[in-house]
């Protein structure tokens, strides 16, 4: 059983600046999930946003942000963080942590929404032109 409390704010952000979300996940087996960022906008499906290995070692983007956001991850403090920089409109959408209990060697599997076991609440990101 793992819970996933996202916060860092959220909120308005204009056009080319930046914004760190983080997510806070419960229990000691914290190390044993990958960790992955989605985001879905107003009539739009869930996407993958990027995700982090195990160990931290190894990240995985979407080609929409890869070079923007960065994705990190403490496990002494259970955390995940998402940094954006040079945001864009079309980056506004809810964010979501997830945690995925399974192990794929290709890290693209990890786009798939339905491989995650928990989900965040989820935080609205909305960028200004």
């Not at 994705?71 to 954006?84: C, G, H, P, W």
């Not at 693209?108 to 990101?125: H, I, K, M």
């Amino acid at each position: 059983q793992v819970q996933l409390v996202e916060s860092g704010g959220g909120g308005l952000v204009q056009a080319g600046g930046s914004l760190r979300l983080s997510c806070a996940a419960s229990g000691r087996t914290f190390s044993n999930y990958f960790m992955g960022w989605f985001r879905q906008a107003p009539g739009k499906a869930r996407e993958f946003v990027g995700g982090i290995r195990r160990s931290g070692n190894s990240t995985y983007y979407a080609n929409s942000v890869k070079g923007r956001f960065t994705i990190s991850r403490d496990n002494a403090k259970n955390t995940v963080y998402l940094q954006m920089s040079s945001l864009k409109p079309e980056d506004t959408a809810k964010y979501y942590c997830a945690a995925s209990s399974r192990y794929y060697s290709a890290m693209a599997y990890y786009t798939n929404r339905f491989l995650y076991d928990y989900w965040g609440q989820g935080t609205q990101v909305t960028v200004s032109s």
